[in-house]
């Protein structure tokens, strides 16, 4: 671990990164917005600027050393700066997620007792206003967008330009005092807070020290040769440790800009008009745009998807093997140029991954389907497998050693090892100083060497030292007939059909597995439309003949590839259902990253599994549902379960 | 509350409302034999939300089409600002200050949004054909400027999202903001909506409301409004006046005119012998 120990002179947090940026790329820009159809940029030179009079500003208001200050709003360059102006305070930033309602950001904010909350607009200030009186600590609300808030009592709200120009006039006063308080930065101190979306029990609040997210920049972006040059897209919740790393940490320390989208709905225009190199998304991103090319080539004329079939074909074939740098022919290489000319270029393009050098994806599994697309379009996307503790990095796949069914080898200076359970432990400069006010949970999760366990079940495959990830270590199951149950692995290959948005499958301890579907709305609607089917909401659609024949296709066709596989095959799907709403992470079905709450969708929905079990063919039933603005309603509906055809094992042939 | 021979008065959620911007006096409007309008006064002061309504047939897209010059009253005056307003055409009403959408959308609909709203600042425009057509001088100054202020609606109204989009392939909900959005490009002093929530679902009504109280508090525009939702334009409007086969039967804020029996007889009918 003596590469945790800074040289001296180096930079020990990230407002020391920043005053380094600003000398040594005061030109360049640090940041891009669109906002009134234009992109406007700061320089890295700017920044500091801007930094320094939130800092003053903050100072004005009496933040100490110390003092957690909550940030909560969508991504915007403001925001970014005031989580390194909080720093220079000497304060610790806790960044909340934008979409959390009124009751999760009360826990949040209760349990680190912010004094102030910098919030992006209206939205965020009406949430903590509503909640205020149970947060005692909670001094000031700062917001950055004025609109709709000018009415407003201003007694303990601040407009954050005017907080700016209060803080510059104020820099004789607090300046020395800020000066101070940033000079006296060191690796041991917080960096950051981040609240885990945690799958069970309340979120924990992650506190990651100096030394965790400069040496994991270091260490990632060397790993990916990063440099000034590179652009990213901030468009994941800022309240994620992946952004932390990849807009805060590796931003500063190589001195690349962060690009923020206008707003959530013009993400894909803003994707295509800066067209980053270095991305980050999660599968479910990747599947999306997947599943919108797949759409508009089935509305497209019969020759141009004659063309494309006949391109992706030829991609599948050698795209991977020519990224990968591995021999391929003469002839197949001519073709493979010829078509990205006409179509993988083209397609990029219009995906906005034209320029893209390194990409990556994580938080969830990736269907093989999905991952080899984009490779075979020559987009280095890669792997990698992290955690909020680990400062994100754990392993991750280097160039050239790229496959869709490992997460890579250890990430610099992380050691690996698996326990006797199957469970994957790590050990790195990245690893969490604790959790806050839980020194019980941190005990559990870290034992006194630094070793902390993932939480998922896998094994280092032998000979290439790569990570093969099977499950979280708690859903790997045995089911009644001793078979292993592995639903993460099934789903995932449901979720590569693009009719099909999200699956659960349900088995342990049973005798056979079932299925919750979740129609993709744009797909099924655009089919629906195409068709002619007319549906008057999501929960028609979801039960009409047609939906459901398709679906159980789709079901059947990985019934089909499961049974090939001899270690699984008794994961095969015997009955099936297309639920009646999306899973939403308001009804607390899915966490803030979008993951599935196995335990809460099981208790949730009881009568339906218990409904496929015992074989009824029909059940009417009724939903609890949260709307955005927190009001509760219940919707009701009666759902078709259906069989699925089912494989005997290794064999093809038909079995019912 | 009110008091009208003061100059303005506060409303309940505390804002101030100013004086006399628009008079309607003895307005009588006929087609041939058939009256559309009989004998109605009522004003709209600078800052607040005034509401027309009525069942079907009582007048109020004919009152707003006098407010905003499109017909001219046989009887009666309309006074801007104080002034008697001599009868003109609709374009120059619009240079005046007053906007307008319509109850059944009126947007281009090849055209893109942002060339739609832009579309809005046409009578700001004063450069000449030439200049305009080479997009030279004068000409480009003024649509720099006007981008910015169509740009800082869209931004206002939420439509950033489809700012390049054709209007035709925009859902109702949508176009109703688009056509908001061009009205209010032409920053106008008084903002006249023909049933902005017509057709619309619960949750596009919500969100239309917001944008009119908002548009109300950032602009300062003094809007007036028909609407056909009673709910919308009891929790929208500051003022309201009711109208049933053209006459004026009730007039005042919303809680006053909800408990006026007049208007409840109007709405619920009433036996008649």
């Not at chain 1, 939205?123 to 947060?135: G, M, P």
């Not at chain 1, 923020?260 to 993400?267: D, G, K, L, Q």
């Not at chain 1, 006194?448 to 094994?459: H, I, K």
């Not at chain 2, 109280?213 to 009673?230: K, P, Q, R, S, W």
């Amino acid at each position: 671990m003596a590469s945790d120990v800074p040289p001296p002179g180096a930079c020990q947090s990230v407002p020391a990164l920043l005053t380094r940026n600003a000398t040594e790329y005061a030109d360049r820009p640090a940041y891009r917005e669109k906002e009134f159809g234009i992109w406007q940029s700061w320089t890295w030179a700017q920044a500091a600027d801007d930094v320094r009079d939130q800092g003053l500003g903050l100072m004005t208001l009496g933040v100490a050393e110390g003092d957690h200050v909550a940030i909560i709003g969508r991504n915007r360059p403001q925001l970014y700066m005031a989580i390194v102006a909080i720093q220079s305070t000497g304060a610790v930033p806790v960044p909340l997620y934008n979409d959390a309602n009124a009751e999760e950001l009360a826990y949040v904010l209760e349990h680190c007792g912010a004094r102030f909350v910098i919030a992006g607009d209206q939205e965020q200030v009406d949430k903590v206003a509503e909640i205020r009186d149970r947060l005692p600590e909670l001094e000031r609300v700062i917001y950055l967008d004025a609109r709709g808030l000018r009415k407003y009592d201003h007694g303990a709200l601040h407009a954050l330009s005017d907080l700016m120009e209060k803080g510059r006039a104020a820099e004789a006063l607090h300046g020395p005092e800020l000066d101070r308080r940033t000079a006296a930065l060191d690796y041991d101190r917080k960096c950051v807070m981040l609240y885990t979306s945690g799958t069970t029990g309340k979120p924990k609040g992650v506190v990651l020290s100096n030394r965790n997210i400069i040496e994991t920049s270091r260490a990632s972006s060397e790993f990916d040769h990063l440099d000034c040059r590179e652009d990213v897209l901030a468009y994941l919740p800022m309240a994620w440790v992946g952004d932390f790393i990849f807009s805060i940490g590796q931003a500063y320390w190589t001195g690349f800009c962060v690009n923020c989208p206008e707003s959530a709905e013009t993400m894909m225009t803003d994707l295509r008009e800066i067209g980053p190199t270095y991305y980050f998304a999660p599968p479910r991103v990747f599947e999306s745009q997947l599943t919108n090319v797949m759409i508009r080539m089935e509305d497209a004329s019969p020759a141009k998807r004659h063309l494309f079939e006949k391109a992706m074909a030829h991609a599948r074939k050698v795209g991977p093997d020519i990224l990968d740098g591995k021999p391929v022919s003469a002839a197949d290489r001519m073709a493979y140029r010829m078509y990205d000319l006409l179509i993988y270029g083209p397609l990029k393009n219009t995906l906005g991954l034209s320029r893209v050098r390194v990409g990556y994806t994580a938080g969830e599994a990736i269907g093989p389907e999905i991952f080899d697309f984009y490779r075979s379009l020559g987009i280095n996307l890669k792997q990698l497998y992290g955690q909020t503790e680990a400062s994100v990095f754990i392993t991750q796949q280097p160039d050239a050693e790229v496959r869709s069914d490992t997460v890579g080898v250890p990430s610099p200076g992380v050691e690996l090892k698996i326990g006797e359970s199957g469970e994957v432990y790590y050990r790195s400069p990245g690893t969490f100083v604790e959790y806050y006010k839980n020194a019980e949970s941190t005990a559990s999760t870290k034992d006194p060497e630094g070793w902390v366990a993932t939480g998922d079940a896998g094994f280092v495959e032998e000979g290439t030292g790569h990570l093969r990830i099977i499950d979280r270590a708690k859903d790997v199951g045995k089911m009644a007939s001793g078979a292993l149950f592995a639903p993460k692995y099934v789903e995932n290959k449901l979720k590569f059909y693009p009719n099909i948005l999200e699956a659960v499958v349900f088995g342990s301890g049973r005798d056979h597995c079932c299925a919750f579907v979740n129609i993709d709305l744009t797909a099924v609607a655009n089919w629906a439309e195409r068709n002619n089917v007319a549906y008057g909401s999501y929960q028609e659609l979801s039960q009409h003949p047609e939906v459901l024949r398709t679906v159980g296709a789709h079901v059947a066709e990985v019934n089909e590839s499961i049974a090939c596989d001899e270690m699984l095959s008794g994961c095969q799907i015997h009955r099936f259902l297309v639920l009646h709403k999306e899973l939403d992470a308001d009804d607390g079905e899915l966490t803030r990253t979008r993951k599935v709450r196995r335990r809460i969708i099981e208790e949730k929905f009881a009568d339906l599994i218990a409904g496929l079990y015992d074989g009824a063919e029909q059940i009417t039933t009724e939903t609890e549902v949260t709307y955005e603005d927190g009001r509760k309603g219940a919707i009701r509906a009666t759902l078709n379960l259906q069989d699925a055809v089912t494989f005997p094992s290794g064999g093809r042939m038909a079995a019912e | 509350m009110l008091d009208d021979t003061s100059d303005g008065y506060i409303t309940t959620d505390g804002r101030r409302i100013g004086g006399v911007l628009m008079e309607m006096r003895n307005i009588t409007l006929r087609f041939g034999g058939v009256v559309a309008i009989k004998d109605i006064s009522f004003d709209i002061r600078e800052g607040e939300i005034r509401a027309i309504i009525g069942p079907n047939g009582a007048g109020k897209s004919s009152m707003l089409n006098v407010i905003s010059g499109f017909y001219h009253p046989q009887e009666g005056e309309v006074l801007f600002e104080g002034k008697p307003r001599p009868p003109m055409k609709p374009y120059q009403v619009a240079r005046q200050g007053i906007a307008r959408t319509f109850q059944n959308i009126a947007l281009f609909n090849g055209m893109s949004v942002l060339d739609n709203v832009m579309t809005g600042r046409l009578t700001k425009m004063n450069a000449g054909l030439l200049a305009q057509g080479l997009w030279y001088g004068k000409a480009e100054r003024e649509e720099t400027e006007n981008r910015i202020k169509a740009e800082r609606v869209i931004d206002f109204l939420e439509i950033q999202h489809i700012r390049k989009t054709p209007v035709g392939r925009l859902p109702y909900g949508l176009k109703k903001r688009v056509e908001l959005a061009r009205a209010l490009v032409a920053e106008p002093r008084l903002l006249l909506l023909d049933e902005p929530m017509a057709g619309m679902n619960v949750e596009e009504k919500e969100d239309m409301s917001r944008f009119i109280l908002d548009v109300n508090d950032e602009f300062g525009t003094t809007i007036a409004l028909i609407e056909h939702d009673m709910g919308v334009v009891m929790d929208l409007s500051d003022r309201v006046v009711v109208m049933d086969y053209g006459k004026k039967i009730g007039d005042g804020p919303p809680d006053e005119v909800r408990a006026n029996q007049d208007v409840i007889d109007a709405y619920l009918g009433v036996a008649h012998d």
